[in-house]
């Protein structure tokens, strides 16, 4: 397969200069898409005619054969076998593809319901006996009416997180003892122990549901307010205080259901409640009782009014609450430290101080949209207060009409089996357009890394195949660290097995660390995420580069070289080199600097590399990759930014194959072909012009803009395409094409290209892009390939330090 380079054919005499100009560039091999039908529509100049061009220029030597892949010249088009009349209009072009070829769907959506959540009824002893004693208590609370839930709106969690940690000041909250308390660690008047509150406590409005959480709605839409926090009461308090003296000293105010408080807009200066609030309010226990005849009285109390008959759902009450202070507390001890924490000696939960951080998560509905935010969720609790405190952490649905359901620990590890499995991924809805390629904004990617999955927590990797764990990855994302080490884990895999022989005697060579990052990549185009695909491909190069020197490390081993046992370095030293470390700021992709950046560390990479000599503790940079096959998911998106990941893959697969090379040379003697012949005739030039704008009115190439007529009449298409050809040679005789120096002098091209028509087309033939690669996708691709290539030399060099110190 492939197709004729625009504007490189003899000009024929009768047709007036007219030549074959369908140019676009060869894709890789297995690419699809690359047989397209020719539609008139936009075209300029009709079918027959262009046909009839490819007949007349068929009998040219120069012009009866295309570029392939593989650099071999074909017949394009073979029109002795028909006639024009009869001739279709099928036409094989190499490297285009006219339009996108999604991936199949998978069974279920963010809108399908996780049936077996429905199934999780605390009050079944066979779930019960599955609890944890994190999920155990707090469902008893529930049930008892000592725990509160509270909603947050979808965009609201990240102020609402942060309010743990930064006080706001408020002087009318101050005047009603509702102000922030910010951490601090006093002494407690009767023992030597520190009573100990890290987190800041703060006012905020809460509901009591009925026992187990049935019967009452919570606050907000199923939509706008998916997630929510479940807050544990205190049952006891010291000096033998009771819960109503509690709440008066503490003004913790409470109103029945149906009842609109609004106490942003209804406590004075003074810190008063005003407007008929203060005459409305109830006790703890008056709602427990109000909460108590929703569930088995006829008639219902709503708003201070009797409703005959009930409803089947109650409105929400309000409980106006003090929460943060101590830490998360199970069964009376601290998750975190391990100390001690009781009511009742002021030590634990108060409504004083704070009631603590959420004891459970909840979500409302059991579909999968509704549990990855809830998994999302619970990463950026993680996050915020630390893993230490929210290990364990209870999650769970509540709904109405069936109460509180349980995700347990197998439920979780089935949730992600079909996440991995069978569920479309998808991005948080509030994030993805603003994490794109040319759309950053640095709150929403902060957002964004927190609710990451930590693929080593929870027992995952045990759960999950590697492929499982790499499609959780490019689907719905997982931190650095944890797909760092899930690659590494994979490539000792293949190191262990490679050079093996199979059943059949023939030797194994091990690419399963290929086949979980191209399954990672598809997942990643699922959802449509350039983030995480972009972090499998810099993950990769960096894992495979450590690959490719350990592989050179046990070749010296077994030629008798010295004793490299010394350079074998431990997990944490290991995790140090791979820019993971905990005392490190992290190199890793989600981290790493935008691309421009890196072309800069690229040139610095390459002069110094080229300015060093060898000695014995110089490492050699690493070379390109393993290949990966991304032809098949180029075909399946129009994302800029998928695009510009799998451009720069292809980018790496032809430096590491060889192909690069290959085709520079064919491209650099078919424009200087071109410059020869335009600088001999007007009409050949006249004629590109015209083929190529043809070709632009197909489609068939990603400009901005039309070529330019007077570049055509004018000498300056020949100096452009003759500057070119010069750099291009230059590119040949500087660089091995493994190097980082190859892809700096590609990018210097693009660079310097402002409306390339030819060039871009050869680029694309070059680097084995399809018609898609505009110069801005094929500049990101060249960019982020660079990347890859200097932080993988980056690795490379800490770890011959690491090594270096070992052996000294």
């Known amino acids: 397969r492939g197709k004729k380079l625009k504007g490189l054919t003899e000009a024929s005499d009768e047709e007036g200069g007219e030549s074959d100009s369908s140019a676009a560039s060869a894709s890789s091999k297995g690419s699809r898409g690359s047989r397209s039908s020719r ?53 094989i072009i190499g490297g285009f593809t006219p339009q996108i070829d999604p991936l199949p769907k998978l069974d279920l959506t963010q809108n399908d319901e996780f049936t077996l959540l429905l199934e999780s009824d605390p009050d079944n002893e066979e779930v019960w006996s599955t609890m944890s004693e994190a999920e155990r208590e707090i469902v008893e ?184 202070g101590p830490g998360r507390i199970v069964r009376g001890i601290d998750c975190a430290t391990g100390r001690e924490c009781r009511d009742e000696e002021g030590t634990g939960r108060s409504l004083e101080y704070g009631i603590g951080l959420p004891a459970a998560l909840f979500i409302r509905t059991a579909c999968y949209g509704s549990l990855i935010s809830l998994l999302r969720t619970r990463a950026r609790c993680n996050a915020t207060f630390g893993k230490d405190y929210m290990k364990g952490l209870p999650l769970l649905m509540i709904t109405p009409e069936l109460g509180v359901r349980v995700l347990t620990d197998a439920l979780q590890k089935r949730l992600l089996q079909t996440m991995s499995r069978d569920l479309n991924p998808f991005q948080n809805a509030l994030l993805a357009h603003k994490t794109t390629v040319d759309n950053s904004s640095e709150a929403h990617m902060q957002q964004k890394l927190e609710e990451l999955l930590d693929l080593d927590s929870d027992d995952i990797r045990n759960t999950l195949t590697a492929e499982e764990c790499a499609r959780l990855a490019g689907g719905f994302g997982a931190t650095d660290d944890s797909v760092a080490h899930l690659l590494m884990d994979v490539l000792r895999e293949d190191l262990r097995h490679d050079g093996e022989t199979n059943d059949d005697g023939d030797e194994e060579d091990g690419h399963g660390l290929q086949d979980i990052v191209n399954d990672g990549l598809e997942s990643a185009v699922r959802s449509g995420d350039y983030n995480t695909s972009r972090q499998l491909l810099i993950l990769y190069t960096l894992v495979a580069s450590k690959g490719h020197k350990e592989s050179a490390m046990h070749a010296e081993e077994d030629n008798g070289g010295a004793n490299m046992s010394s350079g074998k370095i431990s997990n944490g030293e290991e995790a140090k080199a791979l820019g993971i470390g905990e005392d490190m700021e992290p190199m890793t992709p989600l981290n790493t600097p935008s691309e421009p950046s890196h072309m800069q560390r690229a040139d610095e990479l390459a002069t110094k590399n080229s300015e060093s000599t060898l000695s014995k503790d110089h490492f050699p940079p690493p070379p390109p990759p393993p290949p990966l096959d991304t032809d098949r998911l180029r075909s399946a998106t129009n994302s800029d930014g998928l695009l510009s990941v799998l451009g720069a893959a292809q980018v790496l697969k032809s430096m590491q194959d060889g192909g690069a090379k290959k085709r520079v040379e064919e491209a650099v003697l078919a424009i200087e072909e071109w410059v020869e012949k335009g600088e001999q005739s007007v009409a050949f030039r006249l004629a590109s012009w015209r083929d190529q704008r043809a070709a632009q009115g197909d489609l068939k190439i990603a400009m901005e803009h039309d070529s330019n007529f007077m570049t055509f009449i004018s000498n300056k298409a020949i100096a452009n395409r003759k500057k070119f050809a010069s750099q291009l040679r230059d590119a040949v005789s500087a660089t091995d094409f493994e190097s980082l120096r190859f892809l700096q002098s590609l990018h210097a091209l693009v660079a310097s290209m402002h409306s390339p028509c030819l060039r871009l087309e050869l680029l694309q033939y070059i680097l084995g892009l399809d018609n898609r690669y505009s110069v801005a996708h094929v500049a990101r691709s060249i960019e982020l390939a660079a990347t890859c290539m200097s932080i993988s030399e980056q690795e490379s060099n800490s770890l011959g330090m690491i090594e270096g110190g070992e052996e000294s």
């Open 39 to 91: 539609s008139s529509r936009g075209s300029r100049g009709s079918k027959s005619s262009r046909v009839h061009r490819h007949h007349r220029c068929h009998s040219n030597a120069s012009s009866d054969v295309g570029l392939s892949i593989d650099g071999s010249y074909h017949d394009t088009i073979d029109t002795s076998r028909h006639s024009i009349s009869s001739m279709t209009s099928e036409v």
């Open 141 to 324: 609370a529930l049930r008892d009416g000592f725990a509160v839930v509270k909603t947050i709106s979808n965009s609201e969690w990240t102020s609402f997180l942060k309010r743990f940690q930064v006080p706001v000041i408020n002087r009318r909250l101050a005047q009603s003892k509702h102000e922030d308390k910010p951490p601090s660690v006093e002494e407690e008047s009767n023992s030597d122990a520190p009573l100990i509150r890290i987190f800041n406590s703060f006012v905020s409005s809460t509901s009591l549901l009925p026992s187990n959480g049935k019967k009452m709605r919570c606050y907000g839409s199923t939509k706008q307010y998916i997630t929510g926090v479940v807050f544990q009461l205190p049952i006891s308090y010291p000096s033998g205080e009771s819960e109503e003296e509690a709440v008066t000293r503490t003004r913790t105010w409470s109103w029945p259901a149906g009842y609109s408080a609004k106490t942003e807009f209804n406590i004075d200066n003074r810190g008063n409640l005003i407007n008929g609030r203060e005459e409305a309010l109830v006790s703890l226990s008056g709602l427990r009782k109000l909460n108590n005849s929703y569930l088995h009285d006829k008639d219902h109390e709503i708003g201070g009014r009797i409703i005959k008959g009930g409803l089947n759902t109650v409105p929400y009450n309000e409980v106006y609450m003090r929460i943060g």
